[in-house]
Every structure is written in C-alpha cells, then in structure tokens.
C-alpha cells in the first residue's frame, strides 16, 4: 500500500518510515510536517492512507482531515498522535477519519494500516474504552421514528462494538451483501456517511 505520512517530528516520521517499510508492504511515498503538507501531498500522491499527526503548526491534522474529506470523501486518513484528548477523539469521529491512534503503540500502526486498506475503521484500545463515556450520555434512543426496524438496530449496534461486515454477517447468519445492503439502508434513513459516523450516531443516542 501506498501511504504519505506527515508528523513535525522528524525523528518520529523517520522511525515510521523504517518501521514500515521493512514489513514489505508498505511504501511511504513522501513525508510532510504540518497541515499544509498533508494538503498538498494527498492532492500530489492521492495515497491509499495518510497517516498524520494531529497537534502540528499552522494547520492541524484535524483541520488538514475535515479539508480533504470534504473534496475527497472516499480519502482513507488514519490520525496518529501522542494525545489522548477527549476533544480530538470526538472530532476525529465526527470528521469520519478510518483511525485514531497513540504513537506510544508503535506495534499496532501496521495491523491498523492494513485495516483501513480493507476498509475498516480502527481505534486503539484506549480510544474504544473512552467512547461510551464520552458520548453515551443521552437518553436512549427512538430508533423507530427513524423506520429503524429490530434487525436494522442489531446491525447499528454491532458496528458500534467495531465488528466488520464478515463479522456481522456470521454473527447473525447472513451474507456479507445482505450486511453492505443493511448498512446502506440505515445510513440513508439516518442520513449518515459512513459506518464511523453510525457508531458516534449510536454512542450519542443510547
């Protein structure tokens, strides 16, 4: 997989590089230090994954996050940082960003690159045990307002718990299509993007 990577810390986007090369199967295409250069280095490269920082000068990750996916909503950008902020976690999710990661977990980088190339969206250990408490503080939900029906909640919920379709489908003894058409129906009906924003749509709601 392609991959830009963009950090302010030379000595950190030098040790990544190194890192992930040496798997194999991944190419780090070029490397920039702030917010600017995610920017331009997505529109030079159009990379599988932009890996990138989030506290930066200048233009911050976040900010470089929500201008690309604004132009290009399918942009695959996996948010690596030092701080684990309950302000950038939101954020993150709501921006629709595949990831948010700590750099402190440097093993997990490479599993979560993989991930998001197949589609998925990761957060680290940490982040997912932070998500019900900071945004499931509402009272339960009337999905049915919604036409969400019961089977339609099932799917809602355990894309929440951050199954993948495949994990779904065998949960619940169905193919894989008939999850992406669920998935499809109830992202149209509540009119969300993607499954990320489905999960914060969930944690806020229940």
Do not use: F, R
């Given at each position: 997989?392609?991959?830009?990577?963009?950090?302010?810390?030379?000595?950190?986007?030098?040790?990544?590089?190194?890192?992930?090369?040496?798997?194999?199967?991944?190419?780090?295409?070029?490397?920039?230090?702030n917010g600017?250069?995610?920017?331009?280095?997505?529109?030079?490269?159009?990379?599988?994954?932009?890996?990138?920082?989030?506290?930066?000068?200048?233009?911050?990750?976040l900010e470089a996050t929500e201008t690309i996916l604004k132009k290009y909503p399918e942009a695959k950008i996996l948010l690596l940082t030092t701080f684990l902020d309950d302000e950038y976690i939101i954020q993150a999710l709501k921006l629709g960003a595949k990831g948010y990661l700590l750099k402190h977990n440097y093993e997990s980088i490479l599993p979560a690159l993989e991930a998001v190339y197949s589609g998925q969206s990761v957060f680290g250990t940490e982040i997912i045990s932070k998500i019900p408490e900071l945004l499931n503080s509402v009272p339960k939900f009337d999905y049915t307002s919604y036409d969400i029906n019961e089977r339609e909640l099932k799917v809602i919920e355990l894309i929440a718990d951050g199954l993948s379709n495949k994990e779904i489908a065998a949960r619940l003894y169905l193919s894989e299509g008939t999850v992406r058409n669920y998935l499809s129906t109830i992202l149209e009906k509540l009119e969300l993007h993607n499954r990320t924003q489905l999960a914060i749509f969930y944690y806020k709601h229940n």
């Open positions: 997989m392609n991959i830009v990577i963009i950090d302010d810390d030379m000595l950190v986007t030098s040790a990544l590089k190194a890192i992930l090369e040496a798997s194999g199967t991944v190419k780090v295409l070029e490397a920039g230090s600017s250069d995610a920017i331009k280095l997505y529109e030079k490269h159009k990379p599988d994954i932009l890996l990138t920082d989030i506290q930066m000068k200048g233009i911050s990750g």
